[in-house]
């Protein structure tokens, strides 16, 4: 199985920071690679799929990025509600694999 | 709109089945497919696994084989978890999800098993 090491694990962020979160994988997954935010008692919300292609609705503060086994989920100008747990997903080879997930809170 | 909604919380005892199930409205069933992820308290995500809505055949992660079955009522475009021979670490939330990308997702389903 393809393993994703997300980093950090967590981490504090004040307002207006920009924040950046990395997924690599243990191989190329050829930007088959997708962001989710999660706040407690709530299902994931989908914000990026295909790497870098933003889900209508999603705010354009954030952004994704990367080739290869590297990729990066960057949020320009945090806000309250971004507090939560972001993960990442490969879904180029069976089966996908799910990140550990960034805990993000507001300093 | 698309959405997923799932059926409420259960509690049940070890060696117990339940069905957990998805409904899906807002486009046509059949044109994606159906994943499966656990969350268990306190830990990340896990995929268990797919459902083709258009043929029926499902894909189980590794560890999800055996007890833990997929299905479908095309008809009420809806897909179900079934997990059999319940054990206490079964215990987690259950979402469903739309296609490859799980772009949509259900509210979730959350199991508690114990004795």
Same mark, same amino acid.
């Given at each position: 199985?393809?393993?994703?090491?997300?980093?950090?694990?967590?981490? %504090?962020?004040?307002?207006?920071?920009?924040?950046?979160?990395?997924?690599?994988?243990?191989?190329?997954?050829?930007?088959?690679?997708?962001?989710?935010?999660?706040?407690?008692?709530?299902?994931?919300?989908?914000?990026? %799929?295909?790497?870098?292609?933003?889900?209508?609705?999603?705010?354009?503060?954030?952004?994704?990025?990367?080739?290869?086994?590297?990729?990066?989920?960057?949020?320009?100008?945090?806000?309250?509600?971004?507090?939560?747990?972001?993960?990442?997903?490969? %879904?180029?080879?069976?089966?996908?694999?799910?990140?550990?997930?960034?805990?993000?809170?507001?300093? | 709109?698309?959405?997923?909604?799932?059926?409420?919380?259960?509690?049940?005892?070890?060696?117990?089945?339940?069905?957990?199930?998805?409904?899906?409205?807002?486009?046509?069933?059949?044109?994606?497919?159906?994943?499966?992820?656990?969350?268990?308290?306190?830990?990340?995500?896990?995929?268990?696994?797919?459902?083709?809505?258009?043929?029926?055949?499902?894909?189980?992660?590794?560890?999800?084989?055996?007890?833990?079955?997929?299905?479908?009522?095309?008809?009420?475009?809806?897909?179900?978890?079934?997990?059999?021979?319940?054990?206490?670490?079964?215990?987690?939330?259950?979402?469903?999800?739309?296609?490859?990308?799980?772009?949509?997702?259900?509210?979730?389903?959350?199991?508690?098993?114990?004795?």
């Amino acid at each position: 199985d393809i393993k994703m090491t997300q980093s950090p694990s967590s981490m %504090y962020a004040s307002l207006g920071e920009r924040v950046t979160i990395t997924c690599k994988a243990s191989q190329d997954i050829n930007s088959y690679l997708s962001w989710f935010q999660q706040k407690p008692g709530k299902s994931p919300k989908t914000l990026i %799929y295909r790497a870098n292609r933003l889900v209508d609705g999603v705010p354009s503060r954030f952004s994704g990025s990367g080739s290869g086994q590297d990729y990066s989920l960057t949020i320009s100008s945090l806000e309250y509600e971004d507090m939560g747990i972001y993960y990442c997903l490969q %879904y180029d080879e069976f089966p996908p694999t799910f990140g550990g997930g960034t805990k993000l809170e507001i300093k | 709109q698309i959405q997923l909604v799932q059926s409420g919380p259960e509690l049940k005892k070890p060696g117990e089945t339940v069905r957990i199930s998805c409904k899906a409205s807002g486009y046509t069933f059949t044109t994606a497919g159906m994943q499966w992820v656990q969350k268990m308290p306190g830990k990340g995500l896990k995929w268990i696994g797919w459902i083709n809505t258009h043929s029926g055949v499902p894909k189980y992660a590794e560890d999800f084989k055996g007890r833990f079955a997929f299905s479908l009522e095309t008809s009420a475009s809806t897909a179900y978890l079934q997990i059999s021979n319940l054990k206490n670490e079964d215990t987690a939330t259950y979402f469903c999800a739309r296609s490859e990308e799980l772009d949509y997702w259900g509210q979730g389903t959350t199991l508690t098993v114990s004795s």
